[in-house]
């Protein structure tokens, strides 16, 4: 028998970091949420190690960045970087890989590693403290039935004993690559098949963490072998001293029985070394994309929107960024001072990032080391190989290119020509449609300090008349904006801009020193 149907502003399918992040987004911002999730336990298999100085934003603004850190201390001088090796992991041919550090001056935190399940672990408790979200943890998703007014998502608990309907104004589905929210909206996806399957193994070794002493400050490790074809051998610590996990192709029809992965691990690891087994597990290489990220009241995110392989850590981070991105704008929509050009807007600005992404970065990277390893190596040229090593040792342009930004978003009213793109610059100027760079604000705060929970003007004192223009225009139309009119002119210099409007997600929205605030609100707020 089906219980009573339970309203909510909106529901969420799926409790893992990108769900239950959404879920604290919009709680936060007074909306009421259901957030349902089959597992009562995060499930302890490492996965989404690497927390960008972007998702690390998120967490603050959430206010928990703290207990993420506390939930998994790194041993002094173990570090979080990551490093690249020939053929073995201790081979004599390494250089460093994926160097964050090199853009931190650009955002407000800096980056972490910790397995995903301690992250979601903190999540939850952050969860459990903002009374507008109810969680169903050991609920199912069965089912999935939506109109113009609502969307319904059935979930059964204790075995499919309990039924209860539970209805919001908009449905979200966070519940991952075989999502039941996506299929049942109707969704397609687009895939790339790479044809590869892939292990993961799970292991503790302290042995291999003696051996990898020689490499200090690193926490994961890219083995490039010739016949992986461009494909990696990725090693990653979990507790640092003692437990791992492992990525490889491995020949299709590979099973947890009949295949020798401690002899792949020393193969890999370049000598033979004590280890014990805790996990096999198997997936399929390939990219996968929604062919729209919304239908009707229905959404999709994180997993159940893209896939990809964990080639460069960007799987959690990209899910987490969509979750910030929609977050803003269902509570925007559901308090009266959101268009419907603003729901619009997150696969405007959400799905053309993450399809460069995977083409720019993901799959770039196993093609340009496959170009590499078929021409170069050792054995036919020992000089040549060196010299172009080591060029590839000085380069740090993924890392620095890696700017996801949303130029050419319809909510912007500065428009450039272009597209919103993973690929750009990293630059300290405020842009309509990237990330604002943080600068001191004076008394030791940063211009981040001065953020509010929805949109922010930003204005120098000589803006002074600006920033008033827009205060009175946005209390005309009811949309909120906090004024800071305390920019410093050395921060409003290299900015250049005398006032900047800042978006619910640090974004910018607009930039410079004349407008007319009600149309640059409008636009901003997707009512134009």
Request: charged share 25%.
């Amino acid at each position: 028998m089906t219980d009573m149907v339970e309203e909510f502003d909106v529901v969420i399918n799926g409790g893992g970091p990108v769900g239950t992040g959404l879920a604290i987004e919009l709680g936060q911002r007074n909306i009421r949420v259901a957030l349902v999730e089959r597992s009562t336990e995060v499930h302890r298999i490492p996965k989404g190690q690497n927390l960008t100085q972007r998702t690390m934003e998120h967490f603050h603004f959430w206010g928990c960045e703290q207990e993420v850190r506390n939930a998994h201390p790194i041993p002094e001088g173990s570090g979080i970087g990551g490093m690249t090796t020939y053929r073995t992991l201790l081979s004599d041919y390494h250089y460093d890989w994926l160097n964050r550090s090199l853009v931190g001056d650009f955002y407000f935190k800096p980056n972490a590693r910790l397995p995903q399940y301690a992250t979601e672990a903190v999540l939850r408790r952050r969860a459990a403290e903002i009374p507008e979200i109810s969680t169903y943890y050991g609920w199912t998703g069965t089912s999935v039935s939506h109109t113009k007014n609502h969307a319904d998502l059935e979930i059964t608990g204790d075995g499919g004993e309990r039924h209860k309907i539970l209805r919001g104004k908009y449905l979200v589905g966070c519940d991952g690559s075989r999502s039941l929210v996506r299929t049942s909206a109707g969704i397609p996806e687009t895939l790339s098949d790479h044809n590869r399957l892939m292990v993961l193994l799970v292991f503790r070794s302290e042995e291999l963490h003696q051996l990898l002493k020689r490499y200090p400050g690193k926490a994961f490790y890219c083995v490039l072998h010739p016949d992986m074809q461009g494909y990696w051998k990725f090693f990653g610590r979990v507790d640092h001293g003692s437990s791992w996990f492992f990525h490889a192709p491995v020949p299709v029809g590979t099973t947890a029985e009949g295949f020798d992965f401690e002899a792949m691990l020393h193969e890999a690891v370049g000598r033979s070394f004590s280890l014990a087994l805790d996990y096999i597990g198997f997936w399929d290489l390939r990219v996968a994309l929604a062919d729209t990220y919304g239908a009707g009241r229905i959404f999709i995110a994180g997993d159940a929107a893209h896939s990809h392989p964990p080639y460069g850590g960007y799987g959690v981070n990209i899910g987490l960024e969509d979750a910030r991105n929609l977050g803003w704008k269902l509570a925007g929509v559901l308090q009266g001072w959101g268009g419907k050009a603003l729901l619009d807007s997150y696969d405007a600005e959400r799905r053309p990032v993450f399809r460069s992404a995977a083409r720019d970065f993901i799959e770039y990277f196993i093609e340009d080391d496959r170009r590499f390893l078929d021409a170069y190596s050792p054995e036919k040229d020992q000089a040549e190989f060196a010299a172009k090593w080591a060029v590839r040792n000085l380069g740090a342009d993924e890392v620095r290119r890696f700017e996801p930004n949303y130029e050419g978003s319809p909510i912007l009213a500065q428009q450039t020509g272009r597209q919103p793109s993973s690929k750009g610059e990293h630059l300290v100027k405020a842009r309509a449609g990237h990330h604002l760079a943080p600068l001191p604000a004076g008394d030791g705060l940063s211009t981040y300090d001065l953020l509010g929970t929805d949109f922010t003007l930003l204005a120098a004192p000589r803006a002074a008349e600006l920033a008033g223009e827009f205060e009175a225009a946005a209390g005309r139309m009811n949309i909120p904006l906090r004024t800071e009119v305390r920019l410093p002119e050395t921060a409003s210099a290299k900015y250049e801009a005398a006032a900047v409007l800042v978006r619910p997600d640090q974004y910018v929205a607009w930039a410079g020193d004349i407008c007319d605030p009600e149309i640059v609100l409008a636009t901003s707020a997707g009512r134009l």
